[in-house]
C-alpha cells in the first residue's frame, strides 16, 4: 500500500456514497473526512484542510456550486464534482466556478479514485520541459514562476487554481505551437487518447485563464485559439530575437 498523506473532504448528502468513499479512500492510504450538506462542507474545510474535495452538485442547505464558489474565495484547492448523469449543464457550470474535474454519478469508484490521483499528481507537478532553469518566465505584464506555482500581473498575484497553473505551464512550454484539446486533456488532466470525455472542460479552463490574465479576455493577446486545432500560447522570443 502507498503512503499517502494526502486529505480528501466528501461532501455528499447520500451516507451510502459517503460511508463507501471513506472505506475506499481509506483503504488506499488517504485520510478522509466527510460532510452532509454544503455549510459542513465549509465548516469541516475550515477545520480540516483538506488536500483535495470531492463535492456533490445537490445538497440541502448549501448546493455544491455555492460551496465551491466560496472555496474559491478563500482556497486553490482541487475540486472535483459529482454531477448528475446526462446533465451537461450541471459539469459546466461547476468548471466555470472553479472545479478542476467532474466524475458523472453514478460512477465507478475506481474512477473516482483514478481521477484524485491524476489531479493530485498533476498539481504537484513542476518543471515540465522547455521551462528555463530558472522556472521564471515574462511575458509583457505577465510573470509566471514555474518553481513556485505562481503568476503575477504587474505586482498582483493572481491566483490560480492547481490545473490552472498546469495548462498555463503546458502552453507555455511550447509557445507558439498548438495543442489540441485532446493532447491537453491527456498531458493535465491524464485522460487517455481512448476514453470519451468532453472537451468542454478544456475550453471552460481556458476561459478561466483568459479571464485573469487577459487584457481584454474577449481578444486574446496570450492565450489564443488555433482554429481547428485547440490553444496556444504566444510566442515567447528569447533574448537574442528581442
Not at 489564443?224 to 528581442?242: K, M, N, S, V, W
Request: charged share 30%.
Amino acid at each position: 500500500m502507498e503512503n499517502l498523506k494526502e486529505k480528501i473532504l466528501v461532501v455528499d448528502d447520500e451516507a451510502s456514497i459517503r460511508r463507501i468513499l471513506e472505506t475506499r479512500l481509506s483503504m488506499i492510504g488517504y485520510d478522509v473526512v466527510t460532510a452532509a450538506d454544503g455549510e459542513e462542507a465549509l465548516e469541516t474545510f475550515r477545520m480540516e484542510v483538506p488536500d483535495l474535495v470531492v463535492l456533490d452538485v445537490m445538497m440541502p442547505k448549501l448546493d455544491g456550486y455555492g460551496v465551491c464558489q466560496e472555496l474559491r474565495k478563500e482556497s486553490d484547492v482541487p475540486i472535483i464534482m459529482l454531477t448528475a448523469l446526462g446533465d451537461v449543464a450541471d459539469r459546466i457550470t461547476g468548471l466555470e466556478l472553479g472545479a478542476d474535474d467532474y466524475v458523472v454519478k453514478p460512477f465507478s469508484p475506481k474512477e473516482l479514485e483514478a481521477r484524485i490521483r491524476s489531479v493530485l499528481r498533476r498539481v504537484e507537478k513542476t518543471g515540465a520541459p522547455g521551462i528555463p532553469s530558472s522556472g521564471v518566465i515574462q511575458v509583457s505584464s505577465i510573470k509566471i514562476d514555474t518553481n513556485k506555482r505562481q503568476v503575477y500581473k504587474g505586482d498582483e498575484r493572481i491566483r490560480l487554481t492547481g490545473m490552472e497553473f498546469s495548462l498555463l505551464e503546458l502552453l507555455v512550454s511550447k509557445s507558439g505551437e498548438p495543442f489540441s484539446r485532446s493532447e491537453i486533456l491527456q498531458e493535465v488532466w491524464g485522460y487517455t487518447p481512448e476514453r470519451h470525455v468532453d472537451t468542454r472542460v478544456v475550453d471552460v479552463h481556458i476561459s478561466r485563464l483568459r479571464a485573469k490574465l487577459e487584457e481584454d479576455p474577449s481578444n486574446p493577446e496570450l492565450i489564443l485559439t488555433a482554429r481547428g486545432t485547440g490553444y496556444l500560447f504566444q510566442r515567447i522570443l528569447e533574448p537574442d530575437e528581442i
